[in-house]
Structure formats: C-alpha cells, structure tokens
C-alpha cells in the first residue's frame, strides 16, 4: 500500500479569483499601516508572483498606493495618508449638465492623459445614462463650448505628462530640464505642488531647491523630468494664490499702482468684470470709467490694454504709460 504524501506545513494555498484575492489585500492595507509582499503572500496563501500582480492592479481599482523602502531591504506597500474609499458617487441631471459644461471648456487637455481620464470617466457616465440623455447632455456641452483659437497641443507631451502626474499624485520629487524663451536650459530639484490651467495652457507649480522658492513651469518648455525615490509634503498653508502673488495673470515682478480709463463706447464691457481683486471703479461723466488695482507683470496687463484699443488710456504709472505709447509707436512705424 502506497504511503499518502504529507503536505508541507503552513497555509494552503487558496483557489480564489484575482477580484476576490484583491478584495482581502486592499482590506489588510486598510486596516494596516502596510504591509511587505511577504506579508501579504503569507496572509493570502498565494506567491510573490501573485502579490506583485495584485499590487500593479490596486491603483487601476482607484487605490493610491504607495510603496517606501524599510530598513534590511524590504519594502512597505501602503494606501497615501488619510484615504478611504470612498462609496459609489452618483450625480442628479442637473450635476451630470454642469459636468459636461465643464468638460467642454478642456479641449486644450486633447492627447494629454488627463484627456484619456475624462473619457474614462465619461465612458463609465455614458453606461450608467439612458442614450437619449447622453446625447442631449452632448449637445448641450457643443452649443456652450466656445471655439479656441491657438490652442496648444501636448500629445508630444503625453508621457511626460503620465509621469508628472504619478508625481503630483504620490508625492515625489523629480529633477527638471526647463528651457525658457530665448535662454539657455536650466535644471531644478522640485516638488511638484500642482497643475495651473490658465488661457488654454498648462503650469507646473511647486518649490524649486535650487532657488529655494516657489516656482512656476510652462509645460510646453519642460524638456525632461525624472521622478525620484525621495517624498515631500505639500507645506499646510500653502495656496496656488502663492504662486502667482499679486500678478494680473500669472508673472509676478514688482507690483505697481495701475490706473487707466476706458472710453464709454466700451465701458459696459468693463463693468461687467472682475479684472483684479483690488480693483476700484470709479464712473466718469460722459460714460467712460477709470479702474486702479494694484498688480505686477507688465507685458500680461499691457497685452489686457492693447486688446481694448483705441479706447483706452494709460494714466499711471509713468514707466507703463511711456513703454504702451512707444509700443503703439513703434508699431505703426513697422506698417
């Protein structure tokens, strides 16, 4: 009679789906502050091999794991600090028209991965709608999109873009090839802070080390970027606000007091908006107004000016109001 094979000691291992399998790792991850892959191939009776491929697919199921070496060479996995998942959103019409609106003003996003998400997002909108209400949410987000003109195109910057945001989302520090207008490439250590959207084009913003303050980068002119191993934590106070300080748009130089009257043929215009938090308006006989703020960036509030042409006039100060004549000047030479 033939002698039964004894099996090896410890836990057997289990026969389960990879849904299944996931379930029990992102609950050991929740109610731990992370485990090794040692851990969790013991706790779920399945190999290495099997843990890491759970592992690759835990940030795909909406997970933000993150991974820090520990001290004997091993390495922790864990969910970022503070995160829960959070339950099933679901959105009323009246929410789902003013995702779509929104949707319809990031055409600039187009061949960026940020792109690729919104249609996931959408994608999984869609399947949960009736056809019907897809297609006239559709049209209304069409008929509200204004037509850019100039618009930018970061496909060639897509993969850059991929690693940026892992960056951005786990935290990590990256060196950075920037190339400004018209001078040479410079490299930075940075912490990624966060992403600026502003006039149809994309800003990186965080601390640069090497300048030992708050930077902002111009995606298009961003030549390379490699993630590092090393974190960083985003300062508690910090504010986009402080990126651009009092800047009209988004270069901050010397702020000034800024004073221009605009004529009454477009004075309504004028009225009708919000130019700079400091503004004052003050109504002029005859129609016409004057605004004062205080700001700094020159060339962004002289090109605000030039595009109010010829009813505008430049009151103060002098140094903004001799360099817009010079340039209507030397313009005008040029016909």
Same mark, same amino acid.
């Given at each position: ?11 057997p ?10 379930h029990?790792?992102?609950r050991?991850?929740?109610?731990? *502050? ?24 835990? =940030? ?8 820090? =070496? ?37 055409? @600039? ?16 909108? !869609?399947?949960?709608?009736?056809? +019907? &209400?897809?297609? !006239? ?16 195109? *970061? ?34 250590? @940075? ?11 994309? *800003? ?23 993630v ?25 130089e ?13 004075? !309504?215009?004028? +009225?009708?908006?919000?130019? !700079? =938090? ?8 005859g ?19 030039? &595009?109010?042409? =010829? ?12 360099v ?12």
């Open positions: 009679m033939m002698e039964k094979s004894k099996k090896k000691p410890g836990k291992a289990k026969k389960y789906s990879q849904a299944a399998r996931l029990d790792v992102i050991i991850l929740e109610a731990r *502050y992370g485990a090794t892959v040692d851990e969790l191939a013991e706790e779920c009776g399945v190999t290495r091999r099997t843990v890491y491929r759970d592992l690759d697919a835990i =940030p795909d199921a909406g997970y933000p794991l993150v991974s820090d =070496p520990e001290p004997g060479g091993q390495t922790l996995y864990r969910f970022m600090t503070g995160f829960k998942k959070l339950p099933p959103i679901t959105f009323s019409l009246e929410e789902l028209m003013t995702l779509y609106l929104c949707r319809g003003q990031l055409g @600039f996003l187009r061949g960026t991965p940020f792109q690729d998400d919104l249609d996931d997002i959408f994608g999984r909108i !869609h399947s949960s709608l009736p056809p +019907r &209400s897809v297609a !006239h949410l559709e049209r209304i987000a069409e008929t509200a999109s204004p037509k850019f003109q100039g618009e930018r195109d *970061y496909a060639a910057k897509k993969d850059l873009l991929k690693e940026l945001r892992r960056a951005l989302l786990y935290q990590y520090r990256l060196d950075l090839s920037y190339t400004p207008a018209r001078r040479t490439t410079e490299t930075y250590r @940075f912490d990624p802070y966060t992403l600026l959207f502003y006039e149809g084009a994309l *800003y990186l913003g965080g601390y640069a080390h090497n300048r030992n303050a708050l930077r902002l980068f111009l995606i298009d002119r961003i030549e390379q970027i490699t590092l191993s090393e974190r960083f934590e985003v300062p508690e106070d910090f504010s986009a606000g402080d990126l651009t300080g009092s800047a009209f748009g988004l270069i901050d010397n702020q000034q007091t800024i004073k221009v009257r605009f004529g009454e043929e477009i004075g !309504h215009l004028i +009225r009708e908006r919000v130019w !700079h =938090p400091s503004q004052i308006v003050v109504e002029e006989d129609g016409s107004l004057t605004v004062t703020f205080e700001a700094s960036g020159e060339k962004e509030i002289l090109a605000w000016l030039f &595009s109010y042409l =010829p009813y505008v006039e430049v009151l103060e100060p002098e140094s903004l109001r001799t817009f004549y010079q340039s209507l000047r030397d313009g005008l030479l040029k016909q």
